[in-house]
């Protein structure tokens, strides 16, 4: 979900330059710059977990709490 949001992220930089009522219209829920770094890192971390969580290869089991809790924690911030 949030790979396809960030697929927008011109989009919204469009509307923003091109329609004056953008902001207005979404008041205090127009996403920042920071916002979106937040999103891309938070996408590449589910990422990473998701790999190790998925391996059939090797012994994953130890590092899921220690991903989730990450994740946890990303989340919070």
């Known amino acids: ?3 396809m ?3 927008f992220e011109k989009a919204f930089e469009r509307f923003k ?5 953008f902001e207005n219209e979404l008041k205090e829920n127009v ?9 891309r890192a938070l996408a590449e971390q589910f990422y990473e977990a ?6 059939t290869l090797c ?3 130890n590092l899921h709490f220690h991903d989730l809790l990450d994740i946890f924690t990303n ?3």
């Open 1 to 3: 979900m949030l790979n």
């Open 5 to 7: 949001a960030l697929r």
């Open 17 to 21: 330059n091109g329609d004056c009522n």
């Open 31 to 39: 996403p920042t710059k920071k916002d979106w770094e937040n999103a």
């Open 50 to 55: 998701t790999e190790r969580m998925s391996g």
């Open 59 to 61: 012994i994953t089991a």
């Open 75 to 77: 989340l919070l911030e």
